[in-house]
């Protein structure tokens, strides 16, 4: 059974840093892509960060620059340090994952977990 269970998400003020993590199982972690989706209230899921298996990153625009993906293998564990953050960042971060490739569209992804929640105060 897969299972990715993010954690890490609250309440920080804008200016702060928050850092989610994702530990999946039932997959062979290391082969996968990972990535990061968030969804704001009345929009649709969108793509925050992907990191392949060989370790290239990818960023959203609205990110780049202050938003850093990470994975540790060893540990099935993907990272996602939001620094920077502004108000326009609140959303349920979702974590995500591929077998095959390199793609980031939502239906791309053939795992999801449950999300997690970052709201960020002005």
């Known amino acids: 059974q897969v299972q990715l269970v993010e954690s890490g998400g609250g309440l920080v003020q804008a200016g702060g840093s928050l850092r989610l993590s994702c530990a999946a199982s039932?997959?062979?972690?290391?082969?996968?892509?990972m990535a990061w989706f968030r969804q704001a209230p009345g929009k649709e899921r969108e793509f925050v960060s992907g990191?392949?298996?060989?370790?290239?990153?990818y960023y959203a625009d609205s990110v780049k620059g202050r938003f850093t993906i990470s994975r540790d293998n060893a540990k099935n564990t993907v990272y996602l340090q939001m620094n920077s953050l502004k108000p326009e960042d609140t959303a349920v971060y979702y974590c995500?994952?591929?077998?095959?490739?390199?793609?980031?569209?939502?239906?791309?992804?053939?795992?999801w977990g449950q999300g997690t929640q970052v709201t960020v105060s002005s």
């Open positions: 039932g997959i062979t972690f290391r082969s996968y892509t």
């Open positions: 990191i392949s298996w060989s370790g290239s990153t």
């Open positions: 995500a994952a591929r077998s095959r490739g390199v793609r980031f569209g939502v239906s791309d992804l053939d795992y």
